[in-house]
């Protein structure tokens, strides 16, 4: 059964930090690759970080320098850490699993609002 658990958004002034967790029931965690997507009100959903099995990250623009991604296999978790938060970054954060060779599978959780304001 698959089951997502995220944690660590919540209100964070400009500038601040924030580190969001994702723990993913989902078989063979280190077959996925691991993503966070975020959607603000009006927006599409977007890429903001990906890493693969193999460990390759990759970030929007938008956040690299300022965002890390990262994967712990043995306890099914992928985190990411986000410092100088501008309020731009508001919006709700999606933990992703994708496979990346058949069979395909692509998961989503439930997503965690992340808002920085003054």
């Known amino acids: 059964q698959v089951h997502f658990v995220e944690s660590g958004g919540g209100l964070v002034q400009p500038g601040g930090s924030l580190r969001l967790s994702c723990v993913a029931s989902i078989g063979i965690f280190s077959r996925y690759t691991m993503a966070w997507y975020r959607q603000a009100p009006g927006n599409q959903r977007e890429l903001v970080a990906s890493?693969?099995?193999?460990?390759?990250?990759n970030y929007s623009d938008s956040v690299k320098g300022r965002f890390t991604i990262s994967r712990d296999n043995a306890k099914n978790t992928v985190h990411l850490q986000m410092n100088s938060l501008k309020p731009e970054d508001t919006a709700v954060y999606y933990c992703?699993?994708?496979?990346?060779?058949?069979?395909?599978?692509?998961?989503w959780g439930q997503g965690t609002q992340v808002t920085v304001s003054s």
């Open positions: 992703n699993a994708v496979t990346r060779v058949e069979p395909i599978y692509n998961y």
């Open positions: 890493i693969t099995s193999t460990y390759i990250t």
